[in-house]
């Protein structure tokens, strides 16, 4: 295409020719073929929007479908004379003036002049006004009477970006659309399918970056194009698009962010200096980063990303992986960091070491565990307490645990330790054959009742066939366990659950009776104290809460496990 005499720009090559080819202004498209389609034609429009969202091409489709020599159909033939000479900008009845070079008020004048004739060969003649805010005050006025004794064969079509600069008097008397930016999604499938017509290799992630140079606006974006088609030629490398759009390749951001999250310092300072190489600005980078974080943000914090951000789908998709493990507080803790730091990168003599120090300080925060988060892990302690398939029969006695050796480390306090480390079986109950907490977990998800009770129990003797159960003499528990139909029940329990006739017996453990192993429930009691205490010491020594100290002045005084 560029080995051609001559090249068309694709701005006007494919400018849209109908209705159905005007990309991301469907509500516009809608209301005028309804009104088309009903007879219901206003006879002053006014289209306002940013540039290059296709105001001025649907003034023309506009004009072609009222003029079409097909008759008044929702969208013109493009085919009969009055189309063809409307798409070339040659009908004697269509005019197109330029509001910012025809603003006096003798153009308006003339135009009056014009339009008191009636149309050569169409039925209307149609006055487009573009850029209709520039237009003097004179001239506005001069236009208003018009306005107010429209003739019947005469439309007006006025398209600005800066309707609030307009007499009240002319807003009134139009019907008034709003044309939007055009969409990211939108923009890259325009120009993959003008992509496939000019038979040019591209990536999407090119067209992504294409779209985006654009801004919203489907003009600009394929000017952008155009620059990359002229530089590239038919075959387009994502590096040739980053570098001539003066871009940061977003996988470069999205590297430098992994790496962020995963404390990854050397990955960091390496992304910064591939976009130092490439000349990049420093502070636009810094920009990027942000604008990425805030991405990212959305992405974790509301259930439909894609209809708040500007983000093609595959995009979207990358991020949404990037994220599964990290909170939307610790993105945002970075978010604030980028946005100081971006501030104070308008002065600085050396913008590469802000972004270098902002990364790293970033790179090495403290993940921040959600008190939620913290809430779940000790309720699902809890749970394993109780019901964890690990804990053997035998191993229920808990004597202290072992002095760490030097050089081993003390176990986590959030996580729970093996119960193994806790206990220490005595030979003879190595040969257990059952396991209690097993047990007590089958019997509560058959008896609720009768597993509450045996929660309470303490296994104090078992041999094939016999199962002690002690529970504290006068305790409630005591005597529901004596009652001879529960010691029936779990009978037949336990014989399912071993696979042998087993005997059950109730007896009473007396205070102080030091020899009984813990019931569950005590355990458990246990279990919660000492994950408390863990909690508390984790929290006191949290570098956020010492930070939150320090700032306050304050102390923990109390926590709680709601
Ligand atoms: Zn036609």
């Not at 914090?301 to 939307?328: G, T, Y």
């Amino acid at each position: 295409m560029s080995t051609g005499t001559h090249y068309e720009v694709l701005a006007r090559k494919y400018r849209p020719q109908n209705f159905s080819e005007l990309a991301g202004q469907e509500h516009v498209s809608r209301t005028l073929q309804n009104a088309i389609d009903s007879g219901r034609v206003a006879h002053a429009f006014l289209f306002t929007g940013a540039r290059g969202v296709g105001k001025t091409s649907t003034a023309r489709i506009m004009a072609k479908t009222l003029n079409c020599e097909r008759g008044v159909t929702h969208e013109p033939c493009n085919i009969c004379p009055q189309c063809i000479e409307i798409t070339k900008g040659t009908s004697t009845d269509v005019f197109e003036i330029d509001g910012a070079s025809n603003n006096g008020v003798d153009d308006v004048r003339d135009l009056r002049e014009n339009i008191r004739y009636l149309p050569s060969h169409s039925r209307y003649r149609i006055i487009i006004i573009d850029e209709v805010h520039m237009l003097s005050t004179n001239a506005f006025n001069a236009l208003l009477k018009t306005l107010e004794e429209p003739p019947e064969h005469v439309k007006f079509i006025f398209a600005t970006t800066e309707p609030h600069k307009l007499p009240i008097t002319i807003l009134s008397r139009c019907q008034r659309f709003d044309f939007k930016r055009v969409t990211l999604p939108k923009i890259i499938a325009r120009l993959r399918e003008i992509a496939g017509k000019e038979s040019v290799t591209i990536s999407d992630t090119s067209l992504a970056l294409i779209a985006r140079k654009g801004d919203g606006s489907m003009r600009d974006s394929l000017t952008a194009f155009d620059q990359v088609l002229a530089f590239c030629g038919n075959s387009v490398s994502d590096e040739d698009v980053a570098t001539l759009l003066g871009a940061i390749d977003r996988r470069l951001l999205a590297e430098i962010s992994a790496a962020v999250f995963a404390g990854d310092t050397q990955t960091v300072l390496a992304g910064v200096k591939q976009v130092d190489l490439v000349g990049y600005n420093m502070r636009q980078f810094c920009q990027e980063l942000i604008e990425h974080f805030r991405n990212l943000l959305v992405i974790r914090s509301v259930k439909k990303p894609e209809e708040i951000l500007d983000l093609a789908a595959a995009e979207l998709e990358e991020l949404h992986k990037q994220l599964l493990h990290i909170s939307a507080l610790d993105i945002q803790r970075r978010l604030t960091l980028f946005i100081k730091a971006e501030s104070e990168m308008a002065y600085a003599s050396f913008p590469r070491l802000i972004v270098e120090m902002v990364l790293l300080k970033a790179a090495l925060l403290a993940p921040l565990v959600p008190i939620q988060e913290l809430i779940e892990k000790i309720k699902s302690l809890e749970t394993a307490a109780v019901h964890t398939p690990s804990l053997p029969w035998e191993a229920v006695r808990v004597v202290p645990a072992p002095a760490p050796q030097p050089g081993e480390a003390p176990s986590s306090p959030t996580r729970p330790s093996h119960p193994a480390h806790d206990v220490a079986p005595t030979p003879a109950q190595t040969a257990g054959h059952t396991d209690w907490g097993r047990f007590v977990a089958y019997v509560n998800e058959r008896e609720r009742l009768l597993g509450s009770v045996l929660e309470h129990g303490s296994p104090v003797k078992q041999e094939t066939g016999l199962i002690e159960i002690g529970f504290p003499a006068g305790s409630y528990y005591l005597t529901a366990a004596l009652e001879a139909e529960f010691i029936a029940e779990v009978q037949v329990l336990a014989r399912v659950f071993t696979g042998a006739e087993t005997v059950i017996r109730v007896k009473a453990i007396e205070a102080g009776f030091a020899d009984a192993p813990l019931s569950l429930a005590e355990k458990k009691k246990n279990d919660a104290e000492q994950l408390l205490e863990d909690l508390k010491r984790e929290v006191e020594n949290h570098p956020v809460v010492k930070e939150a100290e320090r700032v306050f002045g304050s102390t923990v005084t109390d926590v709680r496990n709601y």
